[in-house]
């Protein structure tokens, strides 16, 4: 399994952006299907953006046209770009390989995620 290691998360107003890294071991993501999930305390996470080893992508509707999934091949680093955040994006977010780029089975284990909270 790839190991990846999450960063970037932050405090930020309402309508704020981060950007969020993830990079992943072995120099393989050129050929890894891979997601950014997130949770809060008390729930499942949740897949919210995915990319497959081709850059084909799949947003969750809660996040489409706000969060956008890009790779750097060069970096082994996954990125996801949160524009115009809410409180509603406040979780821990974490990145793992996934079977399919439009499916939430994930592949290696859990990172410490990195959080995001979003004020009012």
């Known amino acids: 399994q790839v190991h990846l290691v999450e960063s970037g998360g932050d405090s930020v107003q309402t309508g704020g952006s981060l950007r969020l890294s993830c990079e992943v071991s072995?120099?393989?993501?050129?050929?890894?299907?891979v997601g950014w999930f997130r949770q809060v305390p008390g729930k499942q996470r949740v897949l919210v953006a995915a990319?497959?080893?081709?850059?084909?992508?799949k947003y969750a509707d809660s996040v489409k046209g706000r969060f956008t999934i890009s790779k750097d091949l060069a970096k082994n680093t996954v990125y996801l770009q949160m524009n115009r955040l809410t409180p509603e994006d406040t979780a821990v977010y974490y990145c793992?390989?996934?079977?399919?780029?439009?499916?939430?089975?994930?592949?290696?284990?859990w990172g410490q995620g990195t959080q995001v909270t979003v004020s009012s």
């Open positions: 793992n390989s996934v079977k399919n780029y439009y499916s939430p089975t994930y592949i290696a284990a």
């Open positions: 072995g120099g393989i993501l050129g050929i890894l299907s």
């Open positions: 990319s497959s080893s081709t850059a084909l992508t």
